[in-house]
């Protein structure tokens, strides 16, 4: 089983940036998808940005250009760097794996702009 541990949310102005960390228990190289959701209260959870098994890209449109979906050199942690934060952008942001055909969610880690 993957467990998956997210840090680094907070509050930042607009403008600001933040660098959300994702932890897993073992290793998510061979993951068939991973990635980062987000959720408002009211509000469906949302696509952030996802990394497919061929390594492709995938970001929500408004959030293009201004958010970064990375892998680091550990094979366990995959991060989202977030900058020119908006007040949209304030939710509870989800780290995701799939692997073996099995969803796996992080608990979560608030992040808030302030306007």
């Known amino acids: 089983q993957v467990q998956l541990v997210e840090s680094g949310g907070g509050l930042v102005q607009t403008g600001g940036s933040l660098r959300l960390s994702c932890a897993a228990s073992g290793s998510i190289f061979s993951a068939n998808l991973m990635g980062w959701y987000r959720q408002v209260p009211g509000k469906q959870r949302e696509l952030v940005a996802v990394?497919?098994?061929?390594?492709?890209?995938n970001y929500l449109d408004s959030v293009k250009g201004r958010f970064t979906v990375s892998r680091g050199n550990a094979e366990n942690t995959l991060y989202l760097q977030m900058n020119s934060l908006k007040p949209e952008d304030t939710a509870v942001y989800y780290c995701y794996v799939k692997r073996r055909g099995m969803d796996y969610w992080g608990q979560g880690t608030q992040v808030t702009v302030s306007s």
């Open positions: 990394i497919s098994p061929l390594g492709y890209f």
